[in-house]
């Protein structure tokens, strides 16, 4: 008894003097491990003889549970110590700078689109979407370009192996079958690559474009000069921008125009907008429209004798360049994020 004593008082002097838990540890190996002191007495147990085993049993049994009980105790207490040091030892200085982040910006592609989604959606249209792979019925045929006609010699198209798709040349291709799905009144917007073997300055042979179509009964000439004037006075931002529009071929529409829109030359800079003079009125083109001819209607089900509608199509990278004032189609593609970083846009503005 006594000895059970003296070695309690030894082992919980021990736990209450260690100072870490290097050495927390180094007392519990010395008093529960293998041959620790405690497991030691525990093992003389098998050579008690009953009525000394009554007795030592449930002292010694008292001692290993005390022990382990101390040392839990006191682990506790040395961990919230270290862990406190260890946060002394590693606390951040917040009064230092932010190291410098670079941050993404929008493509000018992606402003572009956004942009032409409010305007649009602001009119009452909805957004349409088609495959990039077209078949020639959806490309050519149901528009009206016919086999073996010269019209379709007015587009380089990569033509799959198969012989029997295409990548899509225009996003026209979205229209028809958005016609085939849907019945009239009609009022919808798409976007997409579009594919044409042709690269310079002003051509790369992925580009994007926007087309827009609406179908009703007695839809004119003058809703669509209206739509067009309202589209492009929004997102130049420029109330009354001149608009011009000149008769022009479309195999899809008739009659068909090519819609221009003003500008001013000083020297070698331009700037959109109206004239003072009207001899100094200078005009660019930048998208074909025209009503939808009625064979286009026929091939998707829809009656020409009860419904009109009007269509026009746009590339989308003509539009930022002029708006943005970026001077080479191909950098779009070019993937140079020094190009992007000038003139893409901030997540946060990108809405605006």
């Known amino acids: 008894m006594n000895n059970i004593e003296k070695l309690r008082s030894e082992i919980l002097a021990q736990i209450a ?76 200085d917040i009064t230092l700078p932010a190291r410098p982040q670079q941050n993404g910006t929008i493509h000018p592609i992606s402003q572009t689109i956004n942009e032409l989604v409010r305007i649009f959606a602001a009119m009452g249209f909805t957004i349409a979407q088609g495959p990039d792979i077209e078949d020639d019925w959806h490309n050519f045929t149901a528009l ?33 079958r958005y016609m085939e799905q849907n019945k009239p009144p009609i009022r919808t917007i798409c976007f997409g690559r579009t594919y044409r073997s042709d690269w310079d300055m002003t051509h790369t042979p992925m580009f994007h474009q926007m087309e827009c179509l609406m179908i009703d009964t007695n839809v004119t000439m003058a809703h669509l000069k209206g739509c067009l004037q309202d589209f492009v006075r929004a997102f130049f931002g420029i109330a009354d921008l001149p608009v011009r529009f ?49 064979n286009v209607l026929k091939n998707c089900g829809i009656d020409p004798d009860v419904f009109q509608g009007f269509a026009f199509g746009t590339g989308l990278e003509r539009l930022a360049m002029l708006k943005y004032g970026i001077p080479d189609l191909r950098t779009f593609f070019e993937s140079d994020v020094r190009w992007l970083g000038h003139y893409g846009f901030s997540p946060l503005d990108a809405a605006a």
């Open 144 to 176: 009206n370009f016919p086999p073996g006609h010269p019209a379709r010699e007015m587009q380089d198209t990569f033509f799959l192996k198969d012989g029997g798709h295409l990548l899509r040349t225009h996003t026209s291709s979205v229209q028809i």
């Open 17 to 92: 003097q260690a100072s870490d838990l290097k050495a927390l540890d180094a007392v519990r190996v010395a008093a529960l491990g293998k041959s620790g002191s405690v497991s030691a007495l525990m093992k003389t147990l098998g050579t008690m003889n009953p009525d000394e085993r009554k007795t030592q049993g449930p002292l010694l049994n008292a001692l290993k549970d005390e022990v382990t009980s101390h040392i839990a105790a006191r682990e506790s207490v040395l961990q919230e110590s270290a862990l406190v040091a260890q946060l002394a030892q590693e606390s951040v």
């Open 246 to 294: 000149r008769p022009s071929f479309f195999p899809f529409v008739e009659p068909g125009a090519e819609v221009d829109i003003g500008y001013i030359k000083n020297g070698d800079a331009i700037a959109l907008g109206r004239a003072a003079n009207p001899a100094d009125q200078k005009w660019m083109e930048v998208l074909g429209a025209g009503m939808v001819h009625p």
